[in-house]
């Protein structure tokens, strides 16, 4: 029962494209890569801020020991 082959999968493809339309879903899967790509970017944004501050803080904690 849990295993899906091949035919199975074609199968639930061609049901689906049936239901929603190939119009439907291309535009499914343009929303879906659009709120991918803003997560990589809000992450990479995270990510840079923190190397930011933490390179602001070795600057001043070397330019005080000097």
Known sequence: MGNIGW????IIAILVVILFGKGKISSIMGDLAKGIKS??????DDGSSK????????????????
């Open 51 to 66: 190397n930011d501050d933490n390179n602001n803080n070795s600057d001043s904690s070397n330019s005080e020991n000097k």
């Open 7 to 10: 035919t199975g999968i074609i």
């Open 39 to 44: 997560f990589k970017k809000g992450l990479s």
